[in-house]
């Protein structure tokens, strides 16, 4: 199978050292234009697998992404910006790594070889047939994901892939698979350039529309989002300002009481009428 894999194919570039700056730069921004077109081809899969997410979603489960590598540190980082932007429980989307979260900094060795792990990490976050399981894998030939999925289906629970090569293992263990072929890396073999570029707008697209789809957006603001830091309190002032319709000082004195924008701007509405 690894002969052809298109993401270990050869570099359609050679003697990359002896480029200068200007022509490593524009030979990689060549390459990267061909990512939102393997995103746009592979729309019908990441919508079929969307609304599989939140049919279970809606109704109170949880979405798990699984990975190793490149691939697991981008589904943590998608489910770890999923409450500070849409205020859910960060037990909503959970991101898993082969190795765990020292693998996040650290190549844990020989983490993404064992097929059985991923179900031993998945088990202890009692995931169930409420909920739905997304793995990740460039090549979608690493075992620990496909070890992880095929028990999760096995149990009765959704799954999907994000994988760069089609056809590919991890495609076939899948209930929904996405395949965004990229074609081969400008340093060969290098999946955390167009692969992971590829992964990382899938799962922008991916909890982005079932976190809208989820009520989590009202028109295009994030109201649901943690207050963290004083550049999102002024994005809030200024959301309340525009949906309620009111001057700055009622607004900060509205999101100080309601620690929300939604609930900022709901109380107000409703006490108006």
């Given at each position: 199978?690894?002969?052809?894999?298109?993401?270990?194919?050869?570099?359609?570039?050679?003697?990359?050292?002896?480029?200068?700056?200007?022509?490593?730069?524009?030979?990689?921004?060549?390459?990267?234009?061909?990512?939102?077109?393997?995103?746009?081809?592979?729309?019908?899969?990441?919508?079929?697998?969307?609304?599989?997410?939140?049919?279970?979603?809606?109704?109170?489960?949880?979405?798990?992404?699984?990975?190793?590598?490149?691939?697991?540190?981008?589904?943590?980082?998608?489910?770890?910006?999923?409450?500070?932007?849409?205020?859910?429980?960060?037990?909503?989307?959970?991101?898993?790594?082969?190795?765990?979260?020292?693998?996040?900094?650290?190549?844990?060795?020989?983490?993404?070889?064992?097929?059985?792990?991923?179900?031993?990490?998945?088990?202890?976050?009692?995931?169930?047939?409420?909920?739905?399981?997304?793995?990740?894998?460039?090549?979608?030939?690493?075992?620990?994901?496909?070890?992880?999925?095929?028990?999760?289906?096995?149990?009765?629970?959704?799954?999907?892939?994000?994988?760069?090569?089609?056809?590919?293992?991890?495609?076939?263990?899948?209930?929904?698979?996405?395949?965004?072929?990229?074609?081969?890396?400008?340093?060969?073999?290098?999946?955390?350039?167009?692969?992971?570029?590829?992964?990382?707008l899938a799962l922008n697209m991916i909890s982005t529309t079932v976190m809208i789809k989820l009520g989590r957006v009202r028109g295009n603001k994030m109201v649901d989002m943690q207050l963290s830091n004083k550049k999102?309190?002024?994005?809030?002032?200024?959301?309340?300002?525009?949906?309620?319709?009111?001057?700055?000082?009622?607004?900060?004195?509205?999101?100080?009481?309601?620690?929300?924008?939604?609930?900022?701007?709901?109380?107000?509405?409703?006490?108006?009428?």
């Amino acid at each position: 199978m690894e002969g052809k894999l298109t993401t270990e194919q050869a570099s359609d570039y050679n003697d990359l050292e002896k480029m200068n700056t200007f022509e490593l730069l524009s030979n990689m921004n060549t390459e990267d234009k061909t990512v939102p077109l393997a995103l746009e081809k592979a729309i019908p899969q990441i919508e079929s697998l969307v609304d599989a997410i939140y049919s279970k979603m809606k109704d109170g489960g949880r979405l798990f992404y699984i990975g190793a590598g490149t691939s697991g540190r981008l589904g943590v980082l998608d489910a770890s910006e999923c409450p500070p932007t849409y205020g859910v429980p960060d037990t909503m989307v959970v991101g898993i790594i082969a190795g765990g979260d020292g693998a996040l900094r650290k190549a844990v060795e020989n983490a993404e070889d064992n097929a059985e792990l991923a179900w031993e990490d998945l088990k202890k976050h009692n995931i169930t047939s409420k909920d739905a399981l997304v793995g990740i894998a460039a090549s979608g030939t690493t075992p620990y994901v496909i070890g992880g999925v095929k028990a999760a289906r096995d149990q009765g629970i959704i799954t999907g892939c994000i994988t760069c090569n089609a056809d590919s293992p991890l495609s076939q263990a899948v209930d929904f698979p996405i395949e965004l072929v990229v074609g081969p890396e400008f340093v060969t073999g290098s999946t955390r350039m167009k692969a992971g570029t590829a992964q990382k707008l899938a799962l922008n697209m991916i909890s982005t529309t079932v976190m809208i789809k989820l009520g989590r957006v009202r028109g295009n603001k994030m109201v649901d989002m943690q207050l963290s830091n004083k550049k999102l309190v002024t994005r809030g002032v200024q959301m309340i300002m525009n949906e309620a319709h009111v001057d700055e000082a009622t607004a900060k004195a509205l999101l100080a009481e309601h620690k929300s924008v939604r609930k900022a701007v709901d109380t107000y509405k409703l006490n108006k009428k």
